[in-house]
């Protein structure tokens, strides 16, 4: 009875959630306005969105000027979904952990592979754009240095550095300003130690109680505001060395000493001597010309099919897969060949194993649009994942790696900067340890597209190994085992240098014995890139055979 019960809830909830977001379509017009950088939709008003596109790309611009050395351009497109209002808004409110509306969020940016997503009620809600500014600040560090590679302190510090951006008559900029609810919490509690505070990584940081989290992203405001703007910004570039340490690996405490020539103690009490006072420098920038870009906005209005074939996608890219299939089906319904929507379809039936429904749209998709690159990349991915066993693949037939080759041969073609397909590509190679020097090349290419993901890293690693450079496979999984990293990425690095440890001692014993070489295959979960534990990997590990 209570299993019966908590179901009937539960089809309730979705059904909540469906009517709802069907009712976000009632009576509304949508449009399409495309910037340099952005591509926004919404049912808000042409006006309040073309201010959206502005604001975003004043945003970019002061952000490419002031970090100079950055890279902006990214292959993976940003589109901006700019709801009317909160009651629009509501059904796309992202989901917290335990599955409930986020109700404090005021607007949020979701990543992805293909596609980013920036979503927000309205046009003009400052708090809702400093969100957006701080997701946006995320991105370009992800963009440069990898967010798995990046010390929590210096990602959230930036991000809430940068999010107080505000502009005057599109000249006169302010970054930095004071935060009062960081300085209150500041000013009521004890700085946590930089022995600790140094050393926290994303995995402790998700174990840990609210207040203390906001607690931590509080002194990572306040030590990159005094970095940045403290003694006349003279510590700006030791802030940057500091973390060019951290990040080849050298201990917190040491890199601190040796850039910024003092110790943990005292820089804890020039921080908290800061906070202490009442008068704070900003960044100001005072352009000589507006930066305007209502010129380069070209509006144009999106028909309801387009519209909810974005909004399925975009349900698709928060996991929410059984409402990201209504909201496709109702834009199939209305435009039974709309690439969008049988694309995201075809993804969402990959999510759900059902592979033989998964290729059928993914083919409608490329039948409608055969210059769909992402339409070629996600056909292949679907292929590599049917292949699998358990979501961990062992071999591909000779059937599929031909489709997938000259699928993701396809996608490379039109979209040359797609790092993803290389990988993809590398990958097909590695399961079948047969021409590996062309897998290194394609793996190397990902890398030069995205050379802060360790992901890529650590597949390189795995090519090297099958190559037989024990060093060279060595040196860049232990470099992503060292880095500050999330800990299914720190356990695989690990899980990595175990098999090539391993194989390299077969080998060796192998022509001590003089008997035939061997080769060890390595086990992959398709779902997640996660290692599974090292209980399974040993049961798995004793399933396969050595050749």
């Known amino acids: 009875m209570k299993t019966k019960i908590i179901f009937q809830v539960a089809c309730l909830v979705l059904s909540f959630f469906l009517f709802a977001q069907s009712a976000a379509f009632a009576k509304d017009e949508w449009i399409q306005v495309r910037s340099k950088n952005f591509n926004l939709i919404g049912n808000a008003s042409e006006k309040d969105i073309r201010a959206a596109a502005i604001r975003l790309e004043q945003f970019r611009e002061v952000l490419s000027r002031v970090l100079n050395r950055a890279n902006f351009n990214s292959p993976v497109p940003t589109t901006v979904v700019v709801f009317k209002n909160e009651t629009a ?50 991105f370009i560090v992800d963009n440069n240095f990898g967010r798995e590679g990046v010390p929590p302190w210096f990602n959230e510090g930036l991000a809430e550095y940068y999010q107080t951006f505000k502009i005057d008559g599109d000249r006169k900029v302010t970054l930095g300003a004071p935060q009062t609810n960081h300085l209150a919490l500041l000013r009521q509690n004890k700085l946590i130690p930089f022995e600790t505070f140094f050393n926290i990584d994303d995995d402790s940081m998700h174990e840990q109680s609210d207040d203390k989290v906001e607690l931590f992203y509080a002194q990572s405001w306040a030590l990159m505001h005094y970095l940045i703007n403290g003694n006349g910004g003279a510590q700006q570039k030791q802030m940057y060395r500091f973390l060019d340490l951290v990040m080849k690996n050298k201990a917190a405490k040491e890199a601190f000493a040796e850039t910024f020539q003092t110790d943990f103690a005292t820089m804890e009490r020039e921080l908290k001597n800061y906070v202490a006072q009442n008068n704070f420098t900003m960044t100001s920038i005072d352009f000589k010309s507006k930066l305007t870009f209502d010129a380069e906005l070209q509006a144009a209005p999106l028909t309801d099919a387009e519209a909810r074939a974005y909004l399925g996608n975009l349900l698709y890219h928060s996991y929410r897969y059984a409402e990201a299939e209504n909201v496709l089906r109702q834009s199939l319904a209305l435009d039974a060949s709309n690439a969008r929507a049988l694309l995201t379809l075809g993804l969402v039936k990959m999510r ?58 396809k996608t490379i073609e039109l979209k040359p900067d797609f790092a993803e397909a290389y990988n993809l590509y590398a990958f097909i190679n590695l399961v079948q340890n047969r021409q590996i020097d062309e897998g290194i090349e394609f793996e190397r290419k990902a890398l030069a597209l995205a050379p802060a993901n360790q992901w890529y890293q650590i597949r390189l690693a795995e090519l090297l190994m099958r190559k037989k450079d024990f060093p060279a496979a060595r040196a860049l999984a232990d470099k992503v085992f060292e880095t ?44 997640t890139e996660k290692p599974p534990s090292e209980e399974e990997l040993a049961r798995r590990r004793e399933k396969l055979k050595l050749e």
């Open 484 to 527: 500050p990293s999330n800990k299914s990425l720190k356990d695989y690095a690990q899980s990595t240098l175990k098999s090539i440890n391993d194989f390299e001692r077969q080998l060796s014993e192998a022509k001590n014995k003089n008997v035939p070489t061997a080769t060890t295959y390595l086990i992959y979960d398709m779902e």
């Open 352 to 409: 759900q194993k059902n592979y033989t429904e998964a290729k059928k749209y993914i083919e409608q998709a490329l039948h409608t649009d055969a210059q769909n690159y992402l339409a070629h990349y996600k056909y292949a991915y679907v292929l590599s994942r049917e292949q699998a066993d358990d979501d961990f693949v062992i071999s591909y037939s000779t059937e599929a790696i031909e489709k997938m080759r000259a699928a993701l041969k």
């Open 89 to 138: 808004f509501a059904p796309f409110r992202p989901l917290k952990a335990d599955g409930k509306t986020d109700r404090w969020v005021g607007g949020y940016f979701q990543a992805g592979e293909d596609l980013n997503y920036i979503v927000l009620p309205t046009a003009t809600g400052g708090d809702d754009f400093n969100t957006i500014f701080h997701e946006y600040a995320h």
